[in-house]
């Protein structure tokens, strides 16, 4: 059985919260039990730390094609009957509590289910010493693994989101692209592969010695190289080279990284709440729209905002600019300040924010592995067709009817 700590938002570790008084519960109706289906997860949770301890409390949770089955096991737990039991259910979230000795005990608080149900179909029911809660789905073809994104839940569900098309963690830092890189890859049951060190073997030198010999084109240029005899490799994360030496910032040398999901590890200058770290998630493709997440001191993230300035302009200026390589990148995770314990962290909000970009183009992995196939031409994203020559550059060549 497998542990869940509170979780909302991208991250798992949150404090549980008291439901505003004003939301009304949903109505109980009595339903005849049913058998889980698919596969099924048991996870903990626990009470919320404002009251006094009880037995945590194990779940069920089950996934069928577009109905999801929640069972909570209420045994030792004396309530009087369907009065005593609250249900609060929205798009994205999900609120359990019960009346207990004259106090309500939450069971369970998440604003981040998996992805969207719908809210108004939710049902639930009382079984013998369970609840019950029945949930739709608003992607049927979407397979939950657990009932909240979690870290183990991205990682088991991005595996039928992604279809094996390899990841590319870009940015100026190397050490944070190689620390997000390795736990990608653990979690996802994916290669790590860093050109760092593919090059230096190669090379039989330091990155760094090699800089002082031939300076930072020629290292780029050989990660050029590097990448391209990696662009046909499926189920790899790969951290790139950071700094002036890295090929991803260079925007002529995008051919080959257009092959994967890209993931630009940026830093901010914008400046947030003080004492606290900013990862703010964005897709360079959705008019800008950007989910802006902030650490707190222990690493774990507070509400969500919706944020038009700071680091949200510092994204659309990248961008709109094309400056930089980097603002190529599928999704960009904006990152203030660092410390190596985020990695898993990090490497979470880069699965978040990649789950909610194939999710908005399910032909993405589709797209990617016929880039590959046509050769990696560098007519990403409006894909030509076969027998296309890019040293013409005949844009008004439409791409295939099949994209």
């Not at 919260?17 to 949770?45: D, E, G, I, M, Y």
């Not at 930072?216 to 030496?245: M, N, P």
């Amino acid at each position: 059985m497998a542990t869940a700590t509170p979780a909302s938002c991208f991250f798992n570790q949150r404090t549980f919260k008291l439901p505003s008084p004003s939301r009304s519960s949903l109505p109980v109706r009595q339903f005849a039990t049913r058998n889980a289906v698919a596969f099924k997860t048991r996870s903990r949770v626990s009470c919320s730390s404002s009251l006094s301890p009880a037995t945590p409390i194990s779940y069920e949770f089950s996934d069928g094609s577009s109905d999801m089955e929640l069972r909570l096991q209420l045994g030792g737990i004396d309530i009087s009957g369907p009065r005593d039991i609250y249900v609060d259910a929205n798009d994205t979230s999900l609120t359990i509590q019960l009346k207990h000795s004259g106090s309500h005990m939450t069971l369970m608080e998440t604003d981040s289910l998996f992805d969207r149900i719908k809210s108004d179909e939710t049902i639930w029911y009382l079984d013998d010493d369970q609840l019950v809660i029945n949930l739709k789905k608003q992607n049927p073809e979407l397979k939950w693994p657990d009932i909240v994104e979690s870290w183990e839940s991205l990682a088991a569900g991005s595996m039928q989101l992604l279809r094996g098309t390899s990841i590319y963690i870009i940015g100026d830092s190397m050490e944070i692209n190689q620390k997000v890189a390795k736990e990608l890859a653990v979690g996802l049951g994916y290669t790590p592969l860093e050109t760092k060190e593919l090059l230096e073997t190669f090379a039989k030198q330091t990155i760094d010695s090699w800089v002082l010999a031939e300076g930072y084109d020629a290292i780029a240029e050989a990660e050029g190289v590097l990448l391209e005899s990696l662009s046909s490799h499926v189920r790899a994360v790969v951290a790139t080279l950071g700094g002036q030496q890295g090929a991803a910032r260079r925007a002529d040398k995008w051919q080959h990284l257009y092959a994967g999901f890209t993931v630009w590890l940026s830093a901010t200058e914008a400046t947030v709440q003080s004492g606290k770290d900013v990862a703010n998630v964005h897709f360079p493709d959705s008019s800008y729209d950007v989910i802006q997440n902030h650490f707190n001191a222990a690493g774990s993230l507070t509400e969500p905002e919706r944020d038009e300035d700071s680091a949200t302009k510092e994204v659309r200026r990248h961008i709109e600019d094309g400056s930089l390589g980097y603002a190529n990148a599928d999704v960009v995770v904006k990152l203030q300040g660092w410390d190596a314990s985020y990695s898993k962290t990090v490497a979470q909000a880069s699965l978040s924010a990649l789950k909610r970009l194939v999710l908005s183009d399910r032909k993405l992995p589709d797209k990617k592995s016929l880039y590959i196939r046509l050769g990696c031409r560098g007519d990403w994203p409006n894909i030509k067709p076969p027998g296309w020559d890019p040293s013409t550059a005949d844009d008004s060549i439409t791409s295939p009817d099949t994209l």
